[in-house]
């Protein structure tokens, strides 16, 4: 017990690091102690406060945003599918969001417009992942199993992955890099607006996730006995995938897909806390998703020359060694479920 | 007369369409506090008649009375708290302690974070002694016997106070000794006013605790006692074939030879 909410402290401390990390290095050089200064007591130049205030600090909150939502998705799909390799994208959610942004970016050729501003790709990511979200949902009222479930949701990914490919065929150079810049990723560019939409949202499909951890905990022990010990099972996988897919869907949005952070940090939150309660697993995750996209972010950023590699990549080069890890430490990753 | 616990008229269970029927048109019923056997050759619909009456699978016609009230007006919630169910499916985590996956058992009367109030925790031990798990109570799940896993799954449902107990084969997997270990405390369970409906492979040993014997054959479903069974060459046919009979004299089954 006490050993848990020493990591709970560690894990606040080391993400009020990173966070300060963030708004304390960037391709601009400012100092990292007159970064602080800035942000603190509001000094510095216009041109410096215009970096801390409208790119550094809007960043790193959608680092922490991104962080927490893809994590908590990661948790709740494996949790849904009893399934260690489930995470935020498993049912196509990123890939009905990538077939939203391919339509509009590649598509608009077609239609003789060009429409590929910022906030029209977050609104056709939306329209992609929504899309998949009520396929998904629909297909779950008719199929009682949830592994049949899990298969279409693989298979419907796969289906929007061959129309992306297809448009991309037969799009321009432009077009193409257009879209291959969307598919890395990027937490840079929100303004506070969006950054207050996607935490909203973000915050309140979490808190439900939290608010009904007990009978997710009880999902655990498989659905017959979950409906044995009182939970209605059918109403609480509906959930799962509207709260999973909902955190997937925004993040996807106003990011681009982010790989591998919502696969990795939910074992690492089982590993480090060795507990399947999602009491303690949903801030857990919350806590060490944020701090690692923190981590990602610092290490995109080449220091001096402004040059940004992108987050997808990082998060992919941190999440798979440390799931490598994991597997040889613990040499099997279902004994969580 | 004893209080009739749950009543079952031409009830036919099975998955989805006609063809899929395993249980036609039967009649049962049952009074509180009795042990019930339910005996059938492999694939004769034991499980699936279980899952029914635990309202896991709905039932394809007639009639199924839980305390006087249709099944089917149950919520999961209130039936948690008077049916508790074990079923063949091992399933379980390794994270978790004896303790802590008896717990669950508690999940009907806990608040929304499931916090364990005083009651819930003696309820949890005193399952555990009753199971005689005390000394494994820490324990993680994983680290069991297959026997030691098996009384775990009862304590869960003991936890659970529920008056009918619904066990899908527990005595397997477990050797002799714990077998009847296993039957003992389902006989005790009884006694305390609990009633279970069990189902096993160990007829011999079963028959001995048990009041009541539904024996399924190709559909139908014979509610007999155990006498009944020990008496009648019809019923023994129906379960063991024609090379293991019941000797009358000797008082045990014996291989035809």
């Known amino acids: ?337 | 007369m004893k209080k009739e616990l749950l009543n079952i008229e031409k009830l036919s269970v099975g998955y989805g369409k006609e063809q899929r029927k395993v249980v036609e048109n039967a009649s049962m019923h049952v009074e509180a506090g009795e042990i019930v056997l339910l005996l059938g050759e492999n694939g004769s619909g034991k499980s699936t008649l279980i899952k029914t009456i635990a309202g896991l699978i709905e039932p394809l016609s007639g009639e199924l009375m839980f305390q006087q009230r249709d099944l089917k007006q149950w919520n999961r919630k209130q039936l948690a708290k008077e049916m508790a169910l074990v079923l063949t499916d091992q399933s379980y985590q390794a994270l978790l302690s004896v303790e802590e996956f008896v717990a669950f058992g508690r999940y009907p009367f806990t608040n929304w974070l499931g916090q364990l109030k005083k009651e819930d925790i003696k309820q949890i031990q005193d399952s555990l002694t009753a199971c005689e798990l005390q000394t494994l109570r820490h324990k993680k799940m994983d680290a069991l016997s297959d026997g030691e896993r098996q009384r775990v799954f009862l304590a869960r449902a003991i936890a659970q106070q529920a008056q009918l107990l619904i066990l899908d084969e527990p005595t397997t997997h477990l050797d002799v000794k714990n077998i009847t270990a296993q039957l003992r405390l389902i006989k005790k369970l009884a006694e305390g006013e609990r009633t279970v409906i069990f189902s096993s492979h160990q007829f011999d040993l079963a028959l001995q605790i048990a009041d009541k014997v539904w024996l399924i054959e190709d559909k139908k479903v014979h509610q007999i006692t155990p006498d009944d069974f020990y008496n009648d060459c019809i019923y023994q046919e129906i379960l063991l074939g024609d090379a293991y009979r019941y000797d009358q004299a000797d008082k045990r089954f014996r291989i035809k030879l």
């Open chain 1, 1 to 337: 017990m006490m050993q848990r909410s020493i990591f709970f402290y560690a894990l606040l401390v080391c993400l009020g690091l990173l966070f300060a990390l963030n708004l304390g290095f960037g391709s601009a050089s400012i100092g990292f102690g007159h970064s602080l200064k800035i942000l603190l007591s509001g000094a510095g130049s216009e041109t410096e406060q215009l970096i801390i205030f409208q790119s550094r600090l809007p960043k790193a909150i959608t680092a922490i945003l991104c962080g927490a939502a893809l994590s908590v998705s990661g948790l709740l799909m494996q949790t849904l599918f009893r399934n260690p390799l489930a995470g935020p994208y498993i049912l196509g959610i990123s890939s009905g969001a990538g077939l939203g942004v391919a339509f509009l970016i590649m598509g608009a050729t077609v239609l003789g417009v060009s429409v590929s501003t910022g906030i029209s790709i977050s609104v056709a990511a939306i329209i992609g992942a929504v899309g998949i979200l009520l396929i998904l949902l629909w297909v779950s009222l008719r199929l009682n199993d949830v592994m049949s479930l899990l298969i279409l949701g693989v298979m419907i990914g796969a289906i929007a992955t061959a129309i992306i490919g297809m448009l991309q065929y037969f799009s321009t150079d432009f077009e193409l890099k257009a879209f291959l810049l969307w598919t890395m990723g990027s937490l840079e560019g929100l303004n506070y607006q969006e950054v207050s939409l996607v935490a909203g949202v973000c915050l309140l499909l979490i808190l439900w996730a939290f608010v009904k951890s007990k009978p997710i905990n009880a999902f655990l022990l498989g659905e017959d006995y979950a409906q044995s010990i009182g939970v209605s099972t059918l109403g609480l996988r509906i959930t799962l995938i509207l709260i999973s897919g909902g955190l997937a869907g925004v993040i996807t949005a106003f990011c681009g897909p982010i790989g591998f952070v919502g696969i990795v940090v939910p074992h690492l939150a089982r590993m480090l806390l060795k507990t399947t309660n999602h009491l303690k697993l949903i801030p857990a995750c919350m806590l060490i998703g944020a701090s690692i996209l923190l981590l990602s972010d610092l290490l995109s950023q080449i220091p001096g020359n402004g040059l940004l590699l992108p987050i997808n990549s990082i998060t992919s080069l941190i999440g798979i060694p440390i799931i490598i890890w994991i597997i040889f430490k613990k040499r099997k990753l279902s004994s969580g479920f």
